[in-house]
């Protein structure tokens, strides 16, 4: 009997996923596949911190697949040709899976349903990681927006996302399994060192992971959201965003939960954050390599500065600016930072240090467990000012007046930079300021002078003002 596949990729669920459900409805047995593709020419290989989620979360995966009678099928290579090879060794007759849309996932997944096509196959891809597709939000003349405010107004006004699918009762399984590699021999675990302690402590990566951050978020966080999604030192926010960047839960599943607790000025904003999903993945769509390239061409010749020792003090939390330093302490603890200190501690980098958003996008794209290839692009542009609606060139955020302001008792800087322990609140976000200053063994001093790197980075961007 052939069977019907079901290619996963970033959709590592069973509740709301439209490929599996269609694949269930040819009344086929099922054959569910994740292909490790680092190989694909055009395609980003995920980071480290990425690849010790993916482990957890493929684990997770097959342990919902075996309750409903199933198992993961795990193969490695250029996904194109691996999965062509798999259909010939299973005589599958259909291949299904939700849609990517980064240009490299785009070309491979184009060609391969062109030939599984060309060889009798169904070969169908669907929407799953996204409220409305690039192609349904366009401007009056038919473009694509290049400004949030009328892009969610946009996407406000198109129906609202159906309602969620529900997960199957039971799979119907092949009368024998293709060959598995074992998850443990893809070494995606880090080992010598293991530096993942804080990562295990902080996330638990799987669908079951993802709900119950979706509850424990609309139970005790959703009212307060407004304003205190703002405030690192409290939970927030949903910290929905690795589980989000690998499909542990839908968006449409959020959008669901959110709106079910009843219409208000916090569900709005929330939805309005998870709108900034959207739009980033509509640029990311329309625009290609948004990792690589400026969305605005004329920050080309930007004259961007040496990066030096300047950029490992920073990736080390070592700038001597507190809130700089928390922010990227707990990146590398925990694999997430706070939305708001991403902002501060990307204006320090691209305008204090004046050094190219790439290798911050870079270094995110490394440590981040919500590492996703639209948002880190869309927020280091939108931070730089070379992106699609961005911060203008002349906001330098002020890492004191930052931290004093979202961090007034200066709870978070203590949390993550504890050598600033005991200094008396009104100092904690400029230590060098405090009656008797920290030895720079204990604390480092500031890499940079605030007003004077301002003034450099202003004279920086006049030159991209002149040029525009
Ligand atoms: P919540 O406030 O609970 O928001 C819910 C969801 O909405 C998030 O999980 C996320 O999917 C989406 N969202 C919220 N804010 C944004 C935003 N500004 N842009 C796009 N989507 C948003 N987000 C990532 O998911 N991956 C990244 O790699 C990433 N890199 C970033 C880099 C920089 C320099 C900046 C400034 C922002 C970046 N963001 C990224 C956006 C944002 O910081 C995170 O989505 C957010 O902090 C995740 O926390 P949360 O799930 O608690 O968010």
Known sequence: MSVSI??????????????LVEALRTGQPVLP?????????????????????????LHSLDESLRKLGSRLTLRRGPAGRVLSDLVTECAATSVFWNRAYDEGSRHRDAHLKKSLAERGLRAESFKASLLFEPWEVKNQSGD??????????ACRALPPP?????APKSLPVPKTWPATDLLADWRLLPTTPDWAGGLRAAWTPGEAGALARLSRFLDIALDAYRDARDLPAVEGTSRLSPHLAFGEISPRQVWRAATNRGASAAVDKFLSEMGWREFAYSLLFHNGNLAERN???????????????????????????????????????????????????????????LIDWRAGERWFWDTLVDADPANN???????????????????????????????????????????????????VHSP???PKPLPASVYPGRVVEHGAARDRALAAFQTVKKSA
């Open 377 to 427: 692009a869309t927020g280091w542009q939108w931070v730089a000012g070379c992106g699609a609606d961005a911060a203008p060139y002349f906001r330098v955020f002020n890492p004191v007046l930052q931290g004093a302001k979202f961090d007034p008792k200066g709870e978070y800087v203590r949390r993550w930079v504890p050598e600033l322990a005991d200094l008396p609140d009104a100092v």
């Open 432 to 434: 060098w300021t405090a």
């Open 144 to 153: 694509p927006f290049k400004v949030f405010t009328p892009f969610w107004r």
């Open 33 to 57: 596949v994740f292909i490790l593709d680092d190989e694909t020419v055009g395609r980003r290989p995920l980071g480290s911190a990425s690849r010790w989620w993916l482990h957890y979360s």
């Open 295 to 353: 969305f605005r061409p004329e920050f080309d010749t930007f004259p961007w500065a040496d990066p030096g020792e300047t950029v490992v003090a920073w990736q080390k939390g070592l700038t001597g600016y507190p809130i700089v330093d928390a922010g990227m302490r707990e990146l590398w603890a925990t694999g997430w930072m706070h939305n708001r200190v991403r902002m501060i501690a990307a204006s320090f980098l691209t305008k204090d240090l």
């Open 6 to 19: 079901v290619w996963l990729r970033n959709d590592l669920r069973v509740s709301d996923n439209p490929a």
């Open 162 to 166: 159906d309602e969620p699918l529900p």
